[in-house]
């Protein structure tokens, strides 16, 4: 008796795992190989993934003479005009020469935008940071027209921070800190040819970098052989806004919530664009689409009816849950 009862209940237990097994897993098996797919309405988003340089308007203020600097003010620190920033007091000896003139010869890779003053009062508005490009390529903003993509490989990602530690002496010449204009400054980056609809001058897109994101403004497009070089103007800060030179970007032109389906699903027909819906009884019909625009993989489209150009012909199209022929 007991054997049967315990029979009953194993057989009861594999019945829930065999029901389990073809009401949860087994279609997400076969999903896989499903012809068709359901037209849904999700984030929609035309992106680039690329490398950008930053460009900022800085002036870098170099030591008048050598000695032990005193700092007032902190990294990233809004300024006013007028602002003190160190003073230098005398260090332990005078260093050799040879030393101060290489800290010269270095500053003259500033291009103008170094100053050696008599004191440390900021000249302008702006922020504060002791990053400075030292070991690589110098670039401002009058140089952007001029740069090419063989460039970015000449500039480090970060600046070095220039700031001293406690009763270390700085070298006449040498870069103190520099203070830059959070006002206005520049991205560039290059992408393909062919992925330049995207970007209209004047146009407003989203950048993702370094764990942020800051809105900017596409402020020109230079066609470069096959690429072409888009430059961006904002004035949003981030965290690394002031240290960081180059980093890895996600540029979003576009951002939607719609309709979408793959692009693999869409035909034409007639010269027509549009795809197959399943109908009630299994068969599957054409119908136009109006495609809205495309990021590569899917397309974003109008949903219900939408009317033709030229005549204003209503025509009837896709609507949320239809399910599409996925490979026609």
């Known amino acids: 008796m007991k054997l049967k009862r315990k029979r009953i209940i194993f057989l009861f237990i594999l019945l829930l795992i065999i029901l389990y097994l073809l009401i949860y897993v087994l279609p997400r098996i076969l999903g896989a190989f499903d012809k068709t797919v359901i037209a849904e309405h999700k984030p929609f988003q035309v992106k680039d993934e690329v490398e950008i340089l930053m460009v900022r308007d800085e002036t870098i203020y170099l030591a008048n003479r050598s000695g032990v600097p005193n700092y007032y003010v902190g990294e990233g620190t809004v300024v006013r005009k007028g602002t003190q920033i160190l003073t230098i007091t005398g260090g332990k000896g005078a260093p050799e020469k040879e030393e101060i003139d290489n800290y010269k010869n270095e500053a003259k890779a500033f291009k103008g935008m170094a ?164 109908t009630k009884t299994g068969e599957f019909v054409f119908k136009r689409i109006m495609i809205i625009t495309t990021n590569g993989e899917d397309t974003l489209i109008k949903e219900g009816a939408f009317f033709t150009k030229g005549n204003g012909k209503r025509v009837e199209t896709v609507n949320v849950y239809d399910e599409i022929l996925k490979n026609p």
């Open 115 to 278: 100053v050696k003053p008599d004191n440390y009062f900021t000249k302008s508005v702006g922020v504060v940071s002791y990053f400075i490009d030292k070991d690589s390529k110098i670039i401002n903003i009058e140089d952007i027209s001029s740069l090419r993509e063989d460039d970015m490989s000449l500039f480090a990602y970060e600046g070095q921070n220039v700031c001293k530690a406690p009763d270390v002496q700085a070298v006449e010449n040498e870069p103190l800190f520099k203070v830059v204009d959070h006002s206005k400054w520049y991205m560039v980056f290059w992408i393909d040819e062919g992925d330049i609809g995207n970007y209209r001058t004047g146009y407003s897109v989203d950048v993702k970098l370094a764990g942020t994101k800051v809105k900017a403004v596409i402020d020109k497009i230079r066609e470069e052989d096959d690429r072409c070089k888009v430059i961006l103007k904002c004035n949003e800060s981030f965290p690394g806004f002031l240290s960081l030179r180059k980093a890895e970007a996600t540029v979003i032109t576009k951002d939607y919530q719609g309709l979408s389906v793959p692009n693999e699903s869409i035909v034409t027909k007639g010269g027509k664009p549009g795809v197959y819906v399943k």
